[in-house]
């Protein structure tokens, strides 16, 4: 069973990067996925979540109108779309399956992928 984060790299500010998540030997129906980060110093914080009873979506407000998380579950995958990307957008990102509202707070989730980084830079 494993959860793995991918999709990140270097991108220019104003660019785009399309995160997924993807669950082995488990299906991501009917649970609850959020996407964190934690930039170097700083605490890991909720981005944004997708719910596991109805779809529902939610976001930061740092990243409101700029990201959009959605499902595919064909590939069993959750996306996370990042455009108009900025400098402080710059972390390692994680999913993560748990309880999805619009605290997006962490103590939610229990099970966790390994991170990837997103680096955005001239």
């Known amino acids: 069973v494993q959860l793995q984060a991918f999709g990140g790299g270097l991108v220019q500010p104003g660019g785009s990067l399309r995160l997924s998540c993807a669950a082995t030997k488990f299906s991501l129906d009917y649970y609850g996925i959020g996407w964190f980060r934690q930039a170097p110093g700083k605490e890991r914080e909720g981005v944004s979540c997708i719910s596991g009873n109805d779809d529902s979506t939610y976001y930061a407000d740092s990243v409101k109108g700029r990201f959009t998380i959605s499902r595919d579950d064909a590939r069993n995958t959750v996306h996370l779309q990042m455009n108009s990307l900025k400098p402080e957008d710059t972390a390692v990102y994680y999913c993560?399956?748990?309880?999805?509202?619009?605290?997006?707070?962490?103590?939610?989730?229990?099970?966790w992928g390994q991170g990837t980084l997103v680096t955005v830079s001239s």
């Open positions: 993560a399956t748990g309880l999805c509202d619009y605290r997006i707070a962490k103590s939610e989730y229990d099970f």
